[in-house]
């Protein structure tokens, strides 16, 4: 029989994104609610090894829903990557009174909570947090919606410029290894084309396309391109290419960089962060460990923390149709 959970904690790990301070409220408040007492543990697993915990109440986490970034800071431990570190973690949390935890991210920060409860049997509950939606066992990650949003605000006022100046724009957007920002803000954006990693467009269809919107009268065009994109070793090398063989074009990059991490949630990602967070901490109660809490179907699911890491995310093919289909 599972030990009864009297005290839990709760984590933010690897890169900030919107809805996290959402996910801590939800967190905390329904820790109050079930009448636990909860633990923020501040700087990721760095913290848990430094012992550097703030107990939380209902009150302390008043106005923080609508604030991008996370209120327990987040940082990268190669320490707790060493069984000395995670050693040290575990006899803190003890020390504490800690039960269990739930952690906030991605894929590494899954990983390590997995081999955290793999060597010491502590209970864990992972919550995704990334604005690239890569995580397998959820269909949205906290944040990926309010980057879409911000996105799409910055695409539609470049496209003011391109239009004025009748010029090609390359807009570079985050995602190393998935294309779901490019393809849906790319969409949303009205996009000549969209690059990504899933999908090789190569060299001479992107000029082939570029061609066919100059001869069917567009004045500007604007190409999103996800940052894993292989179709160029990078972005400014893509430029100068098609530069040197389409001389007619008047191209400029734009890399959007962390400010599509940043900024207030979208209501989406709020009601999502304050769902997962409740859905995590009563998961904790009924028994249950190394799950990632997910949207599927827009219901509220479990999913092993081994699957979500080793899952691999797939790009909606009728997207792609759609994305081409929009671009004629």
Do not use: W
Not at 36 to 49: F, L, P, S, V
Not at 135 to 155: E, K, Q, R
Not at 291 to 300: A, E, S
């Amino acid at each position: 029989m599972p030990k009864k959970i009297k005290k839990v904690g709760v984590l933010t790990s690897g890169g900030d994104s919107p809805g996290m301070n959402a996910a801590i409220r939800s967190v905390v408040r329904t820790c109050a609610y079930h009448n636990i007492e909860c633990i923020g543990i501040y700087r990721g697993y760095q913290g848990m090894i430094e012992g550097d915990f703030k107990e939380m109440g209902p009150r302390s986490v008043n106005n923080i829903v609508n604030k991008g970034g996370t209120i327990l800071k987040s940082a990268r431990s190669l320490e707790f990557k060493t069984p000395e570190g995670r050693k040290q973690a575990h006899e803190n949390l003890i020390k504490a009174g800690i039960d269990a935890l739930v952690v906030i991210g991605g894929d590494g920060t899954f990983t390590g909570g997995l081999l955290f409860n793999n060597e010491f049997g502590f209970p864990v509950m992972g919550i995704p947090g990334t604005i690239d939606n890569d995580i397998f066992g959820t269909s949205h990650t906290l944040g990926y919606d309010t980057a879409l949003n911000t996105v799409v605000d910055v695409i539609d006022k470049i496209r003011d410029t391109a239009s004025s100046h009748n010029r090609l724009f390359f807009v570079e957007v985050m995602g190393r290894d998935a294309g779901h920002i490019a393809l849906n803000a790319g969409i949303g954006a009205g996009a000549e084309e969209i690059l990504i990693p899933e999908e090789d467009l190569g060299l001479e269809r992107l000029l082939e396309s570029l061609q066919k919107s100059k001869a069917s009268g567009k004045s500007s065009s604007i190409v999103v391109i996800a940052e894993g994109d292989k179709i160029g070793k990078n972005v400014f090398e893509l430029k100068d290419y098609v530069e040197a063989n389409l001389p007619e074009y008047d191209v400029r990059v734009s890399v959007l960089g962390h400010m599509q991490r940043g900024g207030s949630p979208s209501c989406f990602d709020r009601v999502l962060a304050s769902r997962l967070g409740v859905k995590a901490v009563e998961s904790l109660l009924e028994g249950k460990s190394n799950y990632m809490v997910g949207l599927q179907n827009d219901k509220v699911a479990l999913t092993p923390l081994e699957q979500a890491i080793k899952g691999k995310t797939e790009i909606d093919k009728e997207l792609l149709r759609v994305s081409d289909i929009m671009s004629t």
